[in-house]
């Protein structure tokens, strides 16, 4: 089980990941769930493995997900194949900032790959125990991060 302590550097890195990315985080609420499904229409995972593993699931909206892109790449986005690569990127730069970080307080890590999940619904085994969950609300909508405890 990843020590709750632990969870803060999940939350820092991805803070400052979104925010190298341009973003504006105005607000964040931590919860608790233990839903085994994808929960957006958009649902970027990834992870680490090591000394600690954790699987990763951002999710947003297809609205969301388009905004963010076109954020990124500066133009507009309308194709959701070629947002949703974009924001996979965002996924392998979070594990790499998460990565860094745990090496820094000496804990070896390394990241997982970045995978696109483009349904609600979706069960993955990997997110059968209990996640911390992360909403953060942006210029782009809402940007949710669940983290596996295990």
């Known amino acids: 089980m990843i020590q709750l302590e632990l969870i803060n550097v999940f939350i820092s890195s991805t803070a400052l990941v979104l925010k ?3 973003l504006t985080l ?3 609420r931590l919860t608790v769930d233990e839903i085994p499904k994808t929960t957006h229409e958009i649902n970027v995972v990834f992870g680490i493995s090591g000394a600690v593993s954790s699987t990763i699931v951002m999710g947003l909206s ?8 076109t954020l990124i790449l500066r133009g507009p986005v309308y194709d959701l194949a070629i947002a949703g690569n ?6 392998t730069d979070i ?3 998460i990565v860094s970080n745990m090496q820094k307080i000496g ?14 619904g979706v069960v993955l085994s990997t997110l059968a125990s209990k ?3 992360i909403n953060f609300d942006t210029e782009v909508g809402q940007i ?3 983290i596996t405890l295990e």
């Open 20 to 22: 190298n990315y341009g």
């Open 62 to 69: 297809i609205r969301g997900t388009k905004k963010l892109a």
């Open 107 to 120: 804990i070896d890590v390394c990241p997982t790959p970045t995978t696109v999940v483009d349904s609600m």
């Open 95 to 97: 594990a790499t900032a």
């Open 144 to 146: 949710d991060l669940r």
């Open 131 to 133: 996640k911390v969950a």
């Open 86 to 91: 974009t924001v996979s990127m965002i996924g």
């Open 26 to 28: 105005r607000k964040e």
